[in-house]
């Protein structure tokens, strides 16, 4: 119809229809590319705004996680603690052997840093990243990320520096059969023998400054993973509000 109109104003010479013609088609086309533009905008928030919830879930369940770490890590340092200034003094009176032999053996247990993180490396592997919600935002995130990895690059470095196992060929530590546990063995001590073993003290000081690291080191990753859901709750509307029930 435009074509017609055009071909019949070049054929009479009526140039200012020709013009307003071309004027018509020129305005159409851009108000198409326009409204095509706004519609892929919208999508494209509309996919931002379901990633930055599913980040959301995501933070919550990360600061969960390591709430939990950081928990079990003082647990286990107040048993070990209590377990060396026993040795030190050779005092086990009202001690309570099933605690002590967990903080011993807590020495050698460094539990690996992963926690959820698949809609994180899904927007990084798809480009998306950069454009979910504002750089502080993007900049908290890259923060809690950042030590994690560093988290995890020094509980492995720890772990080539432990002795594995720490109490093989230790007089004072048997291993025994106990069918009630996950791997069915149990680490028995005679703690007088182990009191009077002053290399085995000088292993379990340096064991117990590594597990300290790594408690600190640790507590720093939750700190930030709490900033990072603080920050993403601010874009989301919703509160960070981690599970209090937590695996450990």
């Known amino acids: 119809m435009i074509l017609q109109n055009i071909s019949r104003a070049i054929r009479t010479q009526n140039w200012f229809a020709v013009v307003l013609e071309f004027v018509i088609v020129i305005a159409g086309v851009v108000i198409g590319f326009q409204i095509s533009a706004w519609a892929d905008e919208r999508a494209a928030e509309m996919r931002r705004n379901a990633a930055l919830e599913r980040l959301h879930d995501e933070a919550e369940q990360i600061v969960a996680y390591h709430r939990g770490h950081v928990q079990l890590h003082e647990r286990m340092n107040a048993l070990r603690t209590e377990a060396i200034e026993r040795l030190q003094a050779n005092d086990w009176s009202d001690a309570n052997p099933r605690e002590m032999a967990q903080g011993l053996n807590s020495v050698g247990i460094l539990p690996a840093a992963f926690p959820p993180r698949s809609v994180y490396d899904e927007l990084i592997n798809a480009g998306e990243f950069s454009e979910i919600g504002s750089p502080e935002l993007r900049a908290a995130i890259g923060d809690y990320h950042a030590q994690l990895t560093f988290l995890q690059a020094q509980i492995d470095y720890i772990r080539l520096r432990i002795e594995d196992p720490l109490f093989v060929g230790q007089a004072g530590a048997r291993l025994v059969y106990a069918p009630d546990t996950v791997r069915e063995r149990r680490w028995e001590f005679d703690f007088d023998v182990l009191s009077r073993d002053d290399a085995f003290l000088q292993r379990l000081l340096l064991g117990n400054n590594s597990q300290r690291a790594v408690t600190?080191?640790?507590r720093r990753t939750l700190?930030?993973?709490?900033?990072?859901?603080?920050?993403?709750?601010?874009?989301?509307?919703?509160?960070c509000n981690p599970p209090e029930d937590t695996s450990e």
């Open 216 to 218: 600190e080191w640790t």
């Open 223 to 239: 700190g930030l993973a709490q900033d990072m859901c603080t920050a993403i709750a601010e874009r989301t509307g919703r509160p």
